[in-house]
């Protein structure tokens, strides 16, 4: 792009994730020092673009291939099932790519898609949002800081009610073949890249999972035990455990609660994936808890890009410099994301992540 150019931006996929990324660029586009057009959009259920088109000013259009040629960015928000096809599209045309998580529904579809984006040599985002979280970055600072000795253990819960339900009413989301699998893959997978941005890859883990709902396929709880790579000041390894439920607790649409125990400091983050509270106590007794537009300005400086992640992707799609957090990135979620499934598929064996990239 050149500075005299707008930045055309269109859409495939015009349901629930779609509505929210157009709302954050509305938001975001007041501080972009160029202007945004709203370029195609494309869904196969023609009523979603319609309503789509017509709440955000985008052209409807009548296939993919429209909305990429109509585009310089383009954002994929369909079903998962759907990704890797769009992207090979995408990356043929040489356009600027915004992929939902999970990347795919399979490890393979997902390392196809790295090798697609390093070959065309696109700017690439990736939906894993949650790394632009004040709440988590702050996480992040705070395990690492030398006043916390060395990280011991992590405990991460999250549930939420079961997304084919509710505001989501999503029944591909019990189609194994569309969303790959339940409640780890298709939501926990923000989970797994927590762990690896807050504390560090993990190389092992041991799992097990149920399917209260008996959809083939969709598991509805999944826990996994799991050691992070041994800390090189001790060579001695931190471990810890996720257990994400899918439930019918509709009063619960999608909360997390995170306990770390550094040797000298405990950490939580509780309530809000972006506000906080995010809490600590140390072991000279003094505690800390930032939450709000507090902890949006204290962790300001910590944040690279523009602490919104559409924000951000449209700044590095206009200057044609890398995104955060990319490709490659995701592909190690669900690196480790692949070794719980194998081991939970085993009776709970334990299994070695591989590489960690
Ligand atoms: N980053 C996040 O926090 C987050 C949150 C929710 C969903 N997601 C991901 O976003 C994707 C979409 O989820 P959603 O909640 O928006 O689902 P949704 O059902 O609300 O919307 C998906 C839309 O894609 C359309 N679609 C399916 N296949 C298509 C194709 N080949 N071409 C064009 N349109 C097609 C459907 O008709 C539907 O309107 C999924 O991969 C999901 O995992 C990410």
Redesign the pocket.
Same mark, same amino acid.
């Given at each position: 792009m050149t500075a005299s150019q707008k930045l055309k931006v269109g859409f495939?996929?015009?349901?629930?994730?779609?509505t929210y990324h157009s709302k954050s660029i509305r938001r975001a586009e007041r501080n972009l020092n160029f202007e945004i057009e709203r370029a195609g959009v494309?869904?196969?259920?023609q009523a979603?673009a319609i309503a789509f088109a017509e709440a955000s000013g985008h052209q409807m259009m009548t296939s993919?291939e429209e909305v990429i040629d109509s585009s310089d960015v383009i954002y994929i928000?369909?079903?998962?099932s759907? =990704?890797l096809d769009l992207v090979r599209k995408i990356t043929q045309a040489g356009k600027a790519l915004f992929c939902?998580?999970?990347l795919a529904t399979n490890l393979a579809d997902a390392a196809e898609i790295v090798r697609l984006c390093r070959q065309s040599n696109i700017t690439n985002q990736v939906?894993l949002?949650l790394r632009h979280s004040p709440a988590y970055v702050l996480a992040r600072d705070l395990v690492h800081s030398p006043e916390s000795g060395r990280v011991m253990s992590v405990v991460f819960r999250d549930d939420q009610f079961i997304p084919i339900q509710g505001h989501?009413g999503?029944n591909?989301r019990s189609d194994v073949a569309k969303a790959g699998a339940g409640t780890l893959l298709?939501h926990s997978i =923000?989970d797994i890249d927590m762990l690896h941005f807050v504390i560090g890859p993990i190389t092992d883990v041991s799992a097990r999972q149920s399917f209260f709902h008996g959809i083939s396929g969709i598991e509805d709880v999944l826990t996994t035990h799991f050691s992070f790579a041994p800390l090189q000041s001790s060579g001695e390894s931190a471990v810890g455990s996720l257990t994400s439920i899918w439930h019918d607790n509709l009063a619960r649409p999608s909360l997390r609660r995170v306990e770390i125990f550094c040797e000298k400091r405990f950490i939580t983050i509780d309530g809000d994936d972006w506000f906080g509270p995010v809490s600590w106590t140390n072991s000279d007794g003094s505690t800390g808890c930032l939450a709000g537009d507090e902890l949006v300005s204290a962790t300001r400086d910590l944040i690279q890009s523009d602490p919104n992640p559409d924000a951000a992707f449209l700044n590095s799609a206009y200057t044609n410099s890398p995104a955060y957090p990319d490709v490659a990135i995701a592909l190690s979620a669900h690196q480790t994301v692949n070794a719980i499934y194998r081991s939970a598929h085993s009776g709970s064996t334990n299994v070695q992540v591989g590489e960690f990239k």
């Open positions: 495939i996929g015009a349901g629930f994730i779609a494309f869904d196969i259920d979603r993919p928000c369909t079903w998962t759907e =990704h939902e998580k999970p939906g949002v989501y999503s591909w298709e =923000h």
